[in-house]
């Protein structure tokens, strides 16, 4: 099976802009998370999609929002962009019932 | 607020050694604990896990430890190696609810 494929890998943006991230989940997954990674801070949540409906948020501002596809493959909008907002994001799926997500290699973000 | 507390940014052992990383959580509700590792460029990739009602879960040289009452877990690696050098990150989440709290990563190194 194919892994997790996000889309862009890297980007650039200034300040005031929005961004879409694309990720596409294995197949067969029907849940999709997003995550932001910044230096010293991990891993921390956005939002978990199952079912084009999202289940589960964590603590970022509405400039953060996301959504998925009937096939699945989610996006994720970020809007009015910050400097802070340069990170890399990561998309995950998991298999139905199963604690295991399975992770995509990222998009690097770089906000001007 | 951190509920998963990585408290070491960093280790270096030399190969062959056993590698110890830990980890520490606050919320008691917690009761599935996953480690990923995470190589430059890549997503984390899934390591081992373990659920509340044990204490240990062992996956070649993989070991991890579960310590409830103390809030603590570890994952031991024996033997090291030098393709083990990555940033482990720690996770916990309340089952079923498929919300993971990820800690802030450590960096291994392990010397040849």
């Known amino acids: 099976k194919a892994g997790v494929t996000q889309t862009p890998r890297y980007l650039i943006k200034t300040r005031g802009q929005q961004v879409t991230l694309s990720c596409s989940p294995i197949?067969?997954?029907?849940?999709v998370s997003w995550y932001q990674q910044t230096p010293g801070q991990g891993l921390q949540f956005l939002f978990e999609?199952?079912?084009?409906?999202?289940?589960n948020k964590g603590n970022f501002p509405g400039r953060f929002s996301g959504r998925q596809f009937s096939n699945s493959r989610s996006e994720m909008n970020v809007s009015t962009l910050e400097l802070g907002d340069s990170a890399l994001y990561l998309c995950?799926?998991?298999?139905?019932?199963?604690?295991?997500?399975?992770f995509g290699p990222g998009t690097r973000l770089l906000v001007l | 607020d951190q509920q998963v507390k990585q408290n070491s940014p960093s280790l270096s052992v030399q190969e062959g050694r056993i590698s110890i990383l830990n980890c520490d959580y606050t919320?008691?509700?917690?009761?599935?604990f996953l480690w990923y590792k995470k190589y430059p460029a890549e997503g984390p990739t899934f390591l081992i896990s373990?659920?509340?009602?044990?204490d240990k879960n062992e996956d070649g040289r993989f070991t991890v430890f579960l310590n409830k009452s103390a809030k603590h877990l570890s994952l031991h690696i024996v033997p090291s190696q030098p393709g083990d050098s990555a940033v482990y990150f720690c996770?916990?989440?309340?089952?079923?609810?498929?919300?993971?709290?990820f800690g802030t990563g450590t960096r291994l190194k392990v010397l040849a």
């Open positions: 197949s067969g997954h029907r849940s």
């Open positions: 996770a916990a989440s309340y089952s079923g609810t498929y919300k993971y709290i």
């Open positions: 919320n008691s509700m917690f009761d599935y």
């Open positions: 999609y199952f079912s084009e409906t999202q289940r």
């Open positions: 373990i659920s509340s009602i044990k």
């Open positions: 995950a799926s998991r298999p139905d019932s199963q604690e295991t997500q399975y």
